[in-house]
């Protein structure tokens, strides 16, 4: 394979180039140590996972303790290892006491040293000072004969193979002779060809594309690669087939391009605009199975529109995936907006969970109190436009540093936790007791949060004021549906279970029972103030006065004789059972299931269900239970969004199938009802898709 070779001060390396992205490595020539660290980052940041850096020779003032902190620097800026020049010219061992004494406390397997050679046996003499100070040579043969170049090279590795040598592991080659055959026949024999970045640039002798195809293997009949495309993060997103034709234009291009079996190149995306920017090009240890790291976009890899081709997305690249969408596309007052908009609540919240998993004690919590400060750390880095592979980089780069911290606390953190966890000072003591109070009356138990409209007044806003509340939320719908086929197939598929996983990830909840049926227990609505109970009492009367009368007027039905003996009527009958949906969490609507519930209950529907989030402690919200009981509702279920729709539509284990489902929601239910009702699976019918005004 080819290694790049380029310059840090020339700034001749892009590493999103087709041949940095099939690179094994890029080998990174610095004039000095800073150089060398400060380069490291953005490659990696852009893709290259092994960065090789090449320090000049030490100074003639460096000391080994010196040289060795630049090497130090280099590692622990995220260099996959550091290459150090050895100098043949010297006689003796201890003209290169300073590099040697640099090498000695270092880990050896993220060391190379580079020697310029003048002959196979001055390269294999020089390594006898290596052996056990690094873990391969970089070799340059670029003086030697064209014609003699690679045998010399394969000669090199046999001779430090049978004396126990570091093994030769790129080799530099004279121009005339780097060719794609050459670079194929080194390969075989386990050595890499360093060639710097200006012979594979567009236009020169050096097809990088021929030269890596080169040194795969198929024994396929049609000569094609299999190739596993995955993201950022390796999860993976599909199969496909890589030709050499379409390996060259993938590089070209830094797209995915795959060869079908039927239709020759495939432009992934050219049509569905679902493109994949090419990051990396890797191939697997037999050299005959292909890796594409890709970022994919919306709806997704697969043909049915979803993210990949193996089900939903589940865990942490799932919830990343869906707060990066929801940073465009969530409603203005959702929670989630207001996460991304109010960096104080976000802020504030970080530091509750982090604080709550510190002092979480049994694993079931210790595991809740994670998730929850997963959630917020996410929605910081999708606030901030920072990916999850953003995240990943820098933990692998942590990985690969050699200096280490003392890890301690910042000290006011310190002193807060030393005061949480001292005992509390014993109360001083009294000579003469003082007088017994009378005991006072238990205090009343906290009132539950009046749910509250937000209002504005006209006349006090400014015109960008009126202009922002008025605007309608900007809904991508292909990637709305994206999130919610997957969920609605799960829940399909796993019924109760997959209704409770996606409600502990989506909704932060995990009731005890899914579903409550009537009638409900009276302790659900305790604490309910006498104030709210009577509004809704009051409103469900006006409700069921206007409904009923309505009624009243299709009974008896119209009847029309539209022919002698042919008569035509229209007779009303009530859906047998029907489901309700009523938005909770940051709108909290009981008003939607008395609007819902009440016809319902008229019309004579024999079974109500209504669908409503719980709240985080997994209760249901005690005014929804209030009204559910009033319209005489069968069942509560304690979901929201996309998976509660689907649970009624499909029916579950202890969820009940219904006919028709009504009522607003969000973008991810909107786009759950119009999916189902085209369903043939579901069988149900919808109200319609409401919008923004139907949810006031």
């Known amino acids: 394979m080819l290694i790049l070779l380029a310059s840090d001060a020339a700034g001749d390396v892009d590493a999103g180039s087709g041949a940095a992205l099939a690179a094994p490595a890029v080998l990174l020539a610095s004039n000095n140590a800073a150089g060398a660290a400060a380069a490291v980052a953005p490659l990696r940041r852009r893709g290259c996972d092994q960065v090789w850096t090449l320090l000049p020779a030490p100074a003639s003032d460096s000391t080994a303790a010196t040289y060795s902190a630049d090497i130090v620097s280099a590692l622990d800026a995220g260099a996959a290892k550091v290459v150090v020049p050895l100098d043949l010219a010297t006689a003796a061992p201890a003209d290169n006491t300073v590099l040697l004494g640099a090498l000695e406390s270092l880990p050896a397997d993220r060391l190379l040293a580079r020697l310029s050679a003048t002959s196979v046996q001055a390269a294999v003499a020089a390594s006898a000072l290596l052996t056990g100070a690094v873990s391969g040579l970089v070799v340059d043969l670029s003086g030697a004969a064209a014609d003699a170049a690679v045998a010399e090279a394969t000669q090199l590795r046999d001779a430090l193979k049978s004396l126990g040598r570091p093994p030769l592991v790129a080799v530099e080659l004279p121009t005339a002779c780097t060719s794609v055959a050459a670079v194929a026949e080194l390969d075989r024999a386990g050595v890499d060809v360093v060639v710097p970045t200006a012979a594979v640039a567009p236009g020169s002798s050096l097809d990088a594309a021929a030269a890596f195809a080169a040194c795969l293997k198929t024994d396929r009949p049609d000569g094609l690669f299999a190739t596993v495309v995955v993201d950022e993060q390796g999860v993976a997103l599909g199969l496909a087939y890589s030709s050499r034709e379409s390996i060259a234009e993938s590089m070209r291009l830094r797209q995915g391009v795959y060869q079908s079996r039927t239709r020759g190149l495939w432009y992934k995306g050219q049509t569905s605009g679902a493109t994949q920017a090419l990051r990396r090009i890797r191939f697997d240890c037999d050299r005959d199975t292909l890796q594409f790291v890709v970022e994919q976009s919306a709806p997704g890899f697969c043909h049915l529109n979803t993210r990949t081709c193996f089900g939903a997305d589940s865990g942490i690249t799932a919830l990343a995936s869906l707060l990066e969408s929801r940073r465009a596309s969530a409603p203005a007052g959702s929670y989630t907006r207001r996460l991304f908009d109010d960096a104080a609540l976000l802020r504030s919240k970080l530091i509750e969970e982090a604080h709550e998993l510190g002092d979480a004690e049994t694993p079931d919590d210790i595991a809740w109190e994670a998730a929850d400060l997963i959630y917020f750390t996410l929605a910081r880095c999708a606030a901030a436009g920072v990916s999850l592979a953003d995240v990943e980089r820098e933990l692998d780069r942590r990985a690969m540093k050699v200096t280490r911290r003392p890890g301690n606390a910042k000290p006011q953190f310190m002193e807060a936790a030393k005061e949480e966890a001292s005992p509390a000072a014993p109360a001083p003591v009294v000579p003469t007791p003082a007088p017994v109070a009378a005991p006072s009356p238990a205090a009343p138990a906290p009132a539950l949060p009046d749910i509250k409209m937000q209002t504005f007044k006209l006349a006090e806003l400014?015109?960008?004021?009126?202009?922002?509340?008025?605007?309608?939320?900007?809904?991508?719908?292909?990637?709305?549906?994206?999130?919610v086929r997957p969920i609605v197939a799960d829940v399909a598929a796993r019924g109760d279970a997959a209704l409770r996983e996606l409600t502990a990830r989506l909704d932060g909840a995990r009731p005890a029972q899914m579903v409550l049926r009537a009638p409900f227990d009276a302790s659900l609505t305790q604490g309910l103030d006498d104030n709210v109970r009577a509004a809704i009492d009051a409103a469900h009367d006006n409700i069921l006065a206007f409904h009923a009368a309505q009624a009243a007027r299709s009974t008896p039905p119209l009847e029309v004789e539209t022919a002698p003996g042919v008569r035509c009527a229209r007779v009303a009958r009530a859906v047998e059972r029907v489901g309700?949906?009523?938005?909770?969490?940051?709108?909290?609507?009981?008003?939607?299931?008395?609007?819902?519930?009440?016809?319902?209950?008229?019309?004579?529907?024999?079974?109500?269900?209504?669908?409503?989030?719980?709240?985080?402690?997994?209760?249901?919200?005690?005014?929804v239970v209030y009204v559910a009981q009033k319209v005489g509702a069968t069942a509560i279920v304690l979901a929201g969004g996309a998976q509660a729709v689907a649970?009624?539509?499909?029916?579950?284990?202890?969820?009940?199938?219904?006919?028709?489902?009504?009522?607003?929601?969000n973008q991810f239910v909107t786009v759950a009802k119009m999916l189902l009702q085209n369903d043939n699976r579901a069988m149900i019918s919808i109200d319609m898709p409401a919008g923004p005004s139907e949810l006031l």
């Open 580 to 623: 309700l949906y009523v938005p909770g969490g940051t709108a909290v609507l009981p008003s939607t299931c008395l609007m819902l519930g009440v016809p319902a209950r008229v019309a004579g529907c024999r079974e109500i269900v209504v669908a409503s989030p719980p709240r985080r402690d997994g209760t249901p919200v005690p005014e």
């Open 647 to 665: 649970a009624m539509a499909f029916g579950t284990e202890s969820v009940p199938k219904v006919d028709k489902i009504v009522g607003p929601g």
């Open 462 to 483: 400014t015109a960008a004021q009126r202009a922002a509340l008025l605007r309608r939320p900007a809904i991508n719908t292909d990637a709305v549906e994206a999130i």
